[in-house]
């Protein structure tokens, strides 16, 4: 089984940063692209960011010059820098990572538990 567990959430004010981490586990062979998604009350779960394996990038239009994903040297850790944030940044975010679980075999995605973020204005 695979686990991603995010961490550094929390509460900061508008025009604040925070930095947002995910860790995968378990019997992972390789992974392949790894993201963040988002989701705030009443609205459907959205894209932030993702990174492949080989450091590709690609930002929400709302997040783009803002917020920056990275991966970790181990490749099984990623990274989300969010500067200049604002009120509407607030939703629980979510990490999602593209997982091979042996050579040559089908990859599955898998989820975290989430992480809320609260910007107050």
């Known amino acids: 089984q695979v686990q991603l567990v995010e961490s550094g959430g929390g509460l900061v004010q508008a025009g604040g940063s925070l930095g947002l981490s995910c860790a995968a586990s378990?019997?992972?062979?390789?992974?392949?692209?790894m993201g963040w998604f988002r989701q705030a009350p009443g609205k459907q779960r959205e894209l932030v960011a993702t990174?492949?394996?080989?450091?590709?990038?690609n930002y929400a239009d709302s997040v783009e010059g803002r917020f920056t994903i990275s991966r970790g040297n181990a490749k099984n850790t990623m990274y989300l820098q969010a500067n200049s944030l604002k009120p509407e940044d607030t939703a629980i975010y979510y990490c999602?990572?593209?997982?091979?679980?042996?050579?040559?075999?089908?990859?599955?995605?898998?989820w975290g538990q989430g992480t809320q973020v609260t910007v107050s204005s």
């Open positions: 990174i492949t394996s080989g450091g590709i990038t």
């Open positions: 378990g019997s992972i062979f390789s992974i392949d692209a």
């Open positions: 999602n990572a593209v997982v091979a679980l042996r050579l040559d075999g089908a990859k599955y995605s898998y």
